[in-house]
């Protein structure tokens, strides 16, 4: 069987997806968690460095009449700058893995993905084909755009509201806002929030 995985050339119009292919770093993220209280305490442990890579698959998914345009995406972060990584250069701190997908005839994103940590993520919107800026939301509860996670996460930090606000800049470069909305046990409701500038390597 060959590689689903196509050039740029032989892909079906993938709208709004296209922007997103290819190998994208970034190395001045910023991570506010509320895991522990205070664990973040210093500027160096909230910074992070990260690498997307997005890539293309051909042909396009058929569920009888719907026809959707799908990307691959790997995510993958690491603690610290190139100059405070130190024992942390090697193994990321968070991974994640799943698809971004476009259906032409609705207008919808999807960015389903899965973390390793018992959680899968399925947040949506309405973005137009020539569009450069996405705003993609899941639920709790919710049957199309929603959360599912393992039962420690639901008793301790269950994920009730995940945004992602992405824009791609025109340049190589894109912006990216995520606010991850917990309700942690004894705590109440948290926003676990990250941010990033990543420049195309690729």
């Known amino acids: 069987m060959g590689d689903p995985r196509k050039s740029k050339a032989e892909l079906p119009d993938?709208?709004?997806l296209a922007g997103l292919l290819g190998v994208w770093e970034g190395t001045s993220g910023t991570d506010v968690s509320p895991g522990v209280p205070d664990r973040m305490a210093t500027e160096t442990e909230?910074?992070?460095?990260?690498?997307w890579v997005f890539e293309p698959i051909s042909p396009a998914v058929e569920n009888h009449d719907q026809k959707l345009r799908q990307v691959v995406c790997d995510t993958n972060a690491w603690r610290g700058t190139p100059s405070t990584a130190g024992k942390n250069a090697g193994e990321p701190f968070h991974a994640q893995r799943g698809y971004w997908v476009w259906?032409?005839?609705t207008k919808m994103v999807l960015n389903s993905f899965a973390v390793p940590r018992g959680i899968t993520i399925n947040a949506g919107g309405t973005v137009e084909p020539g569009a450069?800026?996405?705003e993609l939301v899941a639920e709790a509860g919710s049957e199309t755009y929603g959360i599912c996670q393992n039962p420690?996460?639901?008793d301790n930090f269950k994920?009730?509201?995940y945004i992602l606000k992405?824009?791609?800049n025109g340049d190589g470069t894109f912006?990216?806002?995520?606010?991850t909305q917990l309700q942690i046990k004894g705590r109440g409701l948290m926003h676990h929030t990250d941010a990033n500038h990543l420049v195309r390597k690729s």
């Open 152 to 154: 420690f996460l639901i």
């Open 159 to 161: 994920v009730v509201r």
């Open 132 to 134: 450069t800026e996405f």
């Open 175 to 179: 912006d990216y806002e995520q606010d």
């Open 14 to 16: 993938i709208g709004p």
């Open 103 to 105: 259906d032409p005839a």
């Open 46 to 51: 909230k910074k992070y460095r990260e690498r």
């Open 166 to 168: 992405l824009k791609l």
